[in-house]
Structure formats: structure tokens, C-alpha cells
Nanobody, 122 residues
Framework: QVQLVESGGGLVQPGGSLRLSCAAS????????MGWYRQAPGKQRELVAA???????NYADSVKARFTISRDNAKNTVYLQMNSLKPEDTAVYLC????????????????WGQGTQVTVSS
């Protein structure tokens, strides 16, 4: 059974930094892309950043130059370094594994973590 477990959220003051981690576990052959989404109260879920197996990245305009996504393919882990945090970054951050292929099968599906709360406030 595949699971995604996030960690690293919390409360931080404006201008501060946090680092989120998401580890995928289970019988995994490959994960085509891993990414972070966020959802604030009353708002739609939005893509924050994503990274492919080859290292190609994609960022939301609102986080460019402040957030950095990275990935350890051997550990099936994705990270999100968040700097210069703003109150508007407050949200539940959810990890996504897109195109995950279960080992020994041709089953490909998308998986989500439970989410981790990030609160930016003074």
C-alpha cells in the first residue's frame, strides 16, 4: 500500500522559513512527478510547485524566487524550502505523487498526502 507522509509544517513569523518534506512509501517502481499543493480556507486547491523525475520544475507565480522544490528519487521524497514567507502563504500544504507506478504492475495512479498546516503570522 502506498502512503505519502508530510512533515515540517508549523507556525512561523512573516519573513521566516520552513522546509516541508514528503516521503512516499510502499511498493513503488517510479513516480513521474511529485509536487506540493496548498489550500487555504474558502479557496480552491492550487499548485505550489512540482518536479519531475528528471528534475524539471514548475512553480506558481506567487512563490517563484521564494520557494524551492527538490527531490530525492532514491528515497521517493520531495522537499519544499519556503523562504520569505508571507501571511498569504498560510494554508494546508498537500503532497502529491503523480503517475506513481506500483512495483510489479502496470498500475499508474495519483496519490495524496494528508496535508500539513503552515501558518504565517506575527
Amino acid at each position: 500500500q502506498v502512503q505519502l507522509v508530510e512533515s515540517g509544517g508549523g507556525l512561523v513569523q512573516p519573513g521566516g522559513s520552513l522546509r516541508l518534506s514528503c516521503a512516499a512509501s510502499g511498493s513503488i517502481f517510479v513516480i513521474n512527478a511529485m509536487g506540493w499543493y496548498r489550500q487555504a480556507p474558502g479557496k480552491q486547491r492550487e499548485l505550489v510547485a512540482a518536479i519531475t523525475t528528471g528534475g524539471n520544475t514548475n512553480y506558481a507565480d506567487s512563490v517563484k524566487a521564494r520557494f524551492t522544490i527538490s527531490r530525492d528519487n532514491a528515497k521517493n521524497t520531495v522537499y519544499l524550502q519556503m523562504n520569505s514567507l508571507k501571511p498569504e502563504d498560510t494554508a494546508v500544504y498537500l503532497c502529491n505523487a503523480e503517475g506513481l507506478v506500483v512495483a510489479g504492475t502496470d498500475i499508474e495512479a495519483d496519490y495524496w498526502g494528508q496535508g500539513t498546516q503552515v501558518t504565517v503570522s506575527s
